[in-house]
Nanobody, 126 residues
Framework: QVQLVESGGGLVQAGGSLRLSCAASGRTFSRGAMGWFRQAPGKEREFVAAVGGSGAITYYTDSMKGRFTISKDNAGNTVYLQMNSLKPEDTAVYYC???????????????????WGQGTQVTVSS
């Protein structure tokens, strides 16, 4: 059974940093894309960032470019999201997601991901 388990969330002041981790078990994603989405209270879940199967190519929502960095370990077991200069509007539950294969597209689309974690809460105070 494939599982994705997020960690690293918490409470941080505006301007601070957090590093989220997502550990995969049951299979590796060395050739699969992995991504992060988030859902704020009362809002729909939205794309945050993704990294391709090779780990070399990354994708971000424009508002997060320069502040967030996604990376994946070579074994394809863990994906990270380094979040800097956090703002109160970054408050949300952050979800890890993984695709069995990197098909060269669909990084921004929730339905293209095969597996999801349970989410980790990030709260940024002003």
């Amino acid at each position: 059974q494939v599982q994705l388990v997020e960690s690293g969330g918490g409470l941080v002041q505006a301007g601070g940093s957090l590093r989220l981790s997502c550990a995969a078990s049951g299979r590796t994603f060395s050739r699969g894309a992995m991504g992060w989405f988030r859902q704020a209270p009362g809002k729909e879940r939205e794309f945050v960032a993704a990294v391709g199967g090779s780990g070399a190519i990354t994708y971000y929502t424009d508002s997060m470019k320069g502040r967030f960095t996604i990376s994946k370990d070579n074994a394809g077991n863990t994906v990270y999201l380094q979040m800097n200069s956090l703002k109160p509007e970054d408050t949300a539950v952050y979800y890890c997601a993984a695709k069995k294969w990197d098909t060269g597209g669909g990084y921004y689309t929730q339905t293209s991901y095969d597996y999801w974690g349970q989410g980790t809460q990030v709260t940024v105070s002003s």
